[in-house]
């Protein structure tokens, strides 16, 4: 193997880190910008693929295959297997979407017209690896080639040209092998439609900040700042603990907004009462909720609802909304056939409950907080799994 003459060895001081984050912020799937008059120069692929061939490779195997498809005739025989496998279904389903304001409206739009179009791409790129997925955990699969194609769809960013991750078509891995002469014992990844941009500039997606889904230590253990070291209240600790629900949103938006419901399943809540004249979930409404604990006793605590976007997202913060000692949220996000629910808590910063514990010890406040975040979390999990119960049931 011979290294590629453009690629060196450099320091960290001379990689721009904006670009290089701009690159990956914004490798989007491109479908309806795609240049379909533009030709294709090949050298650009293989500088690309050349990029792309430094990505981790398992056992440092050079396994990975790049079929790059040109010929008109066998763009038209992918186009229809495209249609076949998922693009038919795609143009359906945007023309069901048109108008509806339906989430999936514009990806939908977007999947159809690829679909429609794929066979005047310019240039179809397969990533494939030699050997088959078979779970024996040998180096040199499946897992050796998805990190090189993503950094191929990246190097092409940077150079003004576009293409979307497709994987509806390798549902007819075999039809595809024959036509293209794939021998046995190959595994084709993906299907990437390349092509100059019509336009270069794309934004990033909306997408989770990573304080939200990025667990530390223990499973759904979140900080909403640091944390220091050692941690405290401050830092904003918090537990998050999801579950897929098979049931429609509007059914899980109602249980998830019966605030008294959490009591059937906690150990600690007792039960929650609109106040105020509040009569259900409104932005600003207000309850008080009852709680039990071995160590405080009895208490009840007012609480606030300081989000309420229906079907979406419902919380509320506790004791003082302009310094809570907690905030509380459901929210909700339909996926294919069910809704992902997510209950999430976020202690302080303002006093709550273990409080006085820190200040009466205040060199014990990291093991505090880690056994009051274990105690939600066991609570938190038993109302979740209640809801999905109810929700599927
Ligand atoms: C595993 C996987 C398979 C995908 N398969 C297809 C596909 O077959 N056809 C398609 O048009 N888009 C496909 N996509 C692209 C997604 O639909 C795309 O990520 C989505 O539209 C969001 O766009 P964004 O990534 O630019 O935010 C796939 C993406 C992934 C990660």
């Not at 996000?333 to 200040?359: C, K, N, Q, T």
Request: glycine share 10%.
């Amino acid at each position: 193997m011979t290294q590629d003459p453009h690629l060196r060895r450099i320091s960290a001081d001379e990689i721009d880190t904006a670009s290089v984050d701009a690159a990956l912020g914004t490798t989007r799937a491109v479908r309806r910008r795609l240049d379909l008059a533009r030709p294709v120069d090949l050298q650009i692929i293989h500088d690309c693929i050349d990029v792309a061939e430094q990505a981790p490779t398992g056992g440092n195997q050079g396994s990975r295959r790049w079929l790059v498809v040109r010929d008109p005739a066998l763009k038209d025989r992918l186009a229809e297997l495209y249609l076949a496998t998922a693009g038919n279904w795609m143009i359906e389903h945007r023309d069901r979407l048109a108008g509806t304001g339906h989430p999936n409206e514009a990806v939908m739009a977007s999947a159809a017209h690829l679909a429609e179009h794929l066979a005047q791409v310019p240039v179809l790129v397969i990533p494939t690896i030699i050997g088959r997925h078979d779970g024996s955990g040998r180096p040199g699969l499946f897992d050796s080639v998805l990190q090189a194609a993503w950094s191929f769809c990246v190097a092409l960013r940077a150079r003004g040209l576009g293409t979307t991750w497709t994987t509806a078509i390798l549902g007819a891995e075999d039809e595809m092998a024959e036509l293209l002469g794939v021998p046995g014992g190959i595994t084709q990844v993906a299907l990437l439609p390349v092509a100059w941009t019509l336009g270069t500039e794309f934004g990033p997606a909306p997408r989770y900040p990573a304080r939200e889904i990025t667990w530390h230590d223990r499973w759904g253990c979140t900080w909403e700042r640091g944390p220091s070291d050692p941690p405290t209240l401050a830092d904003g600790p918090g537990m998050t603990v999801e579950a897929d629900v098979k049931a429609s949103v509007q059914r899980v938006w109602g249980l998830v907004t019966d605030i008294d419901l959490p009591a059937r399943f906690s150990t600690e809540f007792l039960g929650a009462t609109w106040t105020g004249g509040a009569t259900g979930p409104a932005p600003g409404a207000t309850f008080e909720g009852r709680n039990r604990h071995a160590a405080i006793g009895e208490w009840s605590v007012p609480c606030f609802v300081d989000v309420c976007e229906p079907e979406r997202a419902f919380g509320w913060c506790t004791s003082n909304p302009d310094n809570p000692g907690a905030r509380w949220r459901f929210e909700l996000e339909p996926i294919a056939g069910s809704v992902r629910l997510r209950f999430r808590l976020l202690l302080g910063p303002g006093p709550s409950g273990i409080s006085g514990a820190i200040e009466a010890m205040p060199d014990k406040e990291p093991r505090i907080l880690a056994r009051r975040v274990a105690e939600h979390r066991a609570n938190m999990q038993a109302v979740l799994d209640g809801i999905k119960a109810l929700a599927e049931a």
